[in-house]
Structure formats: structure tokens, C-alpha cells
């Protein structure tokens, strides 16, 4: 958790947050996942700000909370968690466990909303979600390799590769890799390299 949260995180709900990540063991949609996201969250908290801090702060923590690869629920599930945390450990907070909740489900949708379909603190979460994307070469790689591990043994080898291919093919051919200025600014560029180099790779 960062020195500079909006919000506490008592000892038990953390400890239940922990929990949630270990099932199953993950590769990448993991707590350090989540400290990544947090990290790119303090840089926005630093400069533009927030809106809804808070609300965006416990996305990050709870966004990737369930993760079965392949499964196409994730998202509800942990929208759904986040709600039972709020509600039982943060219930006098003011928190809008609503927008927490939407926030998460937007994530279900990375690679197909335009900047025009979300809010700003929206387009920056989603941002700070995806910032891997314009990471150095081998941080990049690694989340790559962690994507594929984690699907190793849900699908087929092959078919793995074609969709995650085209997904990424998708990502390459859109006008904007990221949804607000900011992270379009800092890193579309490196991110579409990597992109380029993970299609080729991929052939």
C-alpha cells in the first residue's frame, strides 16, 4: 500500500485482499500487479489529481482481486468483492461502492472503449491498468510471458497464441493505445513498439 493512500486499509482487510490474490497462483494478476497500478496511480495523484480518488484507489486494490484465465466473469466477481469489502470494513467512509464497482467492470473492456466512451477518471484508471503496455522492453516482456503462463493449460497452445496475437494486433491499430492525454503523451510511443515486436514474434 502506498505512504500516500486516500483511504486506510485496516490489517483484515487487507489480509482478505491478499488472500483473494494467492487463488490461484498467478503470474502477472498479482499483488505486484496491483503495486504497479498504485505506482502509476501516485503519478497521476501527483500531477492532474483525481476526482474520485478514493473510489479509483480501491479499484486499483480490488480490480484484478479474482482471476481464473479464461473465464469471463473475473470482473463481476471482483466488482463484487469490492463491494463486500466496502461495505463491511469501510462502511462509514462515504465511499461510492457503485463507482468502484463500474470502474472495475470497465476493465473487461480494455482495447475497445475510445476516450469518448469514459469519464476522465475513468480513461486515466484504465490507463494506469494498461501502462505495461508502454513499459521497457523487459518489463513488457515479462508480463507477456506471465499473460501466457497463466493461460498454460486452460487452452490449447495455439489457440492461446492466435487470440492473444490478434488481441494485440487490435491494441497496434487503434488511433490511441491510451485513453487520456497523459499516458497517450508518456507512453504510446514506447507501448507501440513493444507492440510491434510482440505481433512479429508472434507470426
Excluded at 30 to 47: F, I, P, S
Excluded at 66 to 93: F, K, M, Q, T, V
Aim: hydrophobic content about 45%; charged content about 25%.
Amino acid at each position: 500500500m502506498s505512504a500516500d493512500a486516500p483511504l486506510p486499509i485496516s490489517p483484515p482487510q487487507w489480509a482478505a485482499l491478499e488472500a483473494a490474490y494467492a487463488t490461484p497462483a498467478r503470474a502477472y494478476h498479482n499483488l505486484q500487479h496491483v503495486h504497479e497500478v498504485l505506482r502509476q496511480y501516485q503519478r497521476v495523484a501527483d500531477g492532474a489529481g483525481w476526482t474520485q480518488p478514493a473510489e479509483v484507489y480501491l479499484a486499483v486494490l480490488y480490480h484484478d482481486a479474482i482471476y481464473e484465465a479464461g473465464r469471463a466473469d473475473n470482473e463481476a466477481r471482483s466488482a463484487d468483492l469490492a463491494i463486500e469489502h466496502i461495505a463491511r470494513w469501510l462502511p462509514d467512509r462515504g465511499i461510492e461502492a457503485a463507482r468502484v464497482a463500474e470502474l472495475i467492470h470497465l476493465t473487461a473492456r480494455h482495447g475497445r472503449l475510445a476516450s469518448a466512451d469514459v469519464d476522465r477518471d475513468a480513461a486515466l484508471f484504465l490507463d494506469c491498468d494498461m501502462a505495461i503496455l508502454g513499459a521497457e522492453p523487459a518489463a513488457f516482456d515479462a508480463y507477456d510471458r506471465g499473460i501466457a503462463a497463466e493461460y498454460r493449460g486452460h487452452v490449447p497452445a495455439w489457440v492461446f497464441k492466435l487470440n492473444r496475437r490478434r488481441f494485440l494486433k487490435g491494441l497496434l491499430g487503434r488511433e490511441r493505445i491510451y485513453l487520456s492525454d497523459f499516458f497517450h503523451t508518456h507512453l504510446d510511443a514506447q507501448a507501440r513498439i513493444n507492440l510491434r515486436r510482440a505481433v512479429t514474434e508472434k507470426r
